[in-house]
């Protein structure tokens, strides 16, 4: 049975030039007939992509026409039918963010990657954290703070010397940025299904914005996150270099 592909790039011009080239040689279908979503870019439009496409269930195979990749496959013209047939699946669950804003209002938000707290002025952000409904930490003196699920804990995550997670870990990784007090203290690993909520202390004094995806909330008092177990992302890679190879290799460069 043919595979029916949706292609989507990005607005880089190798992207575009990719589009033309795969689309007329392999035909095209409209998102609402196709079995598989075809991306073309780098790993910030992956992830436009995969929130583009919450809730319909459709599986996404990247090639890189951008700068990482890393959630990407190769760019290769030929055989691609054979590829998206030989894939391998890895089913995603992406955070829920649920933020309130000094003004009472409340933002949701789905993160993929990480859900980061981020410190708005000079000062350093004071934040405390509950894990399910209890205090684990009453003041954290730092940059700021994140919760990175096992398939982010390569990008944000460990540029903040967070741990690299493997894929079918079932924990997600609390991290700080850049502590002052607790100097020593780097983060937590917790349950997949823990809800975390971190409160801004003297938020008039030490503003902080919640970030998910690169979605930003200024001026939040309060974020609470928790693994969303109801949306699933279907990612394909190559045979052999799925995302557990990938974040196994990682940690070895």
Known sequence: MTTRIHFTASE????QQALTVLSDRYGAVDLDRCDVVVALGGDGFMLQTLHALTGRDLPVYGMNRGTVGFL???Y????????LAAAEETVINPLRMCATRADGSVQEALAINEVSLLR?????????IHVDGRMRMEELVCDGALIATP?????YNYSAHGPILPIDSEVLALTAIAPFRPRRWRGALLPKKAEVEIEVLTPERRPVMADADSRSVRHVVRVQIRSAQDVRHRLL???GH????RLLREQFV
């Open 12 to 15: 880089a011009e190798t992207a």
């Open 72 to 74: 990407m496959n190769g």
């Open 76 to 83: 290769v013209e030929d055989g691609l039918p054979e590829r």
């Open 120 to 128: 708005e002025g000079p000062q350093a952000a004071k934040l405390r």
């Open 151 to 155: 398939a982010g804990s390569t990008a």
């Open 237 to 239: 890679f190559d045979n």
């Open 242 to 245: 799925g995302l557990e190879e």
